[in-house]
């Protein structure tokens, strides 16, 4: 029989500041989004049209959530925009433009794309939901139940025609 020996390498890892409540909601949620876009798409290559509505409309209620909760709270409490604000509101548009043409293989791969730069703006160390965190302090838990009574954002019929593609 002959010994192996075996080597342990210690991993230092430097302790993180917790997760708020504002962050920990919104992340998820981040999470829940990509999972519905995920099961729209079917293993064909086409989109289930009412998975694909479900999770529309889900982000269209998520980015109200940042439009008319976060980014109006942030500026209120430190009496001006946050430096990213206007970033978001243009990812924002960006998104929103591509949620009213019909789904496609080639619009989920768009929002996709435009989700995989947006969201790492907002989340972690620095992002939205963190300075939000950070900004609440005691009034997080009220930010959250705010964020949480977001009404669903009526949706309208998906345009395709010739004035959306003249900005695009």
Known sequence: MSLVSVSIMATVV???????????LMTQDHARLEGLLRAARRSDGTIDGAAYAVFRGDLLRHIAMEEKVLLPFARDKRGAPLAVAAQLRADHGEIAKLLVRSP???IVAAIEESLGRHNPIEEGPGGLYATCDALAGAEAE??????????????????DGPLHRRGS
Do not use: C
Request: net charge positive; glycine share 4%.
């Open 14 to 24: 430097e302790p993180s500041a917790p997760v708020g409540v504002i962050e920990q």
């Open 142 to 159: 009220r930010i959250v139940e705010r964020l949480r009574a977001q009404p669903v954002v009526p949706q309208a019929k998906y345009y």
């Open 104 to 106: 496609s293989a080639a």
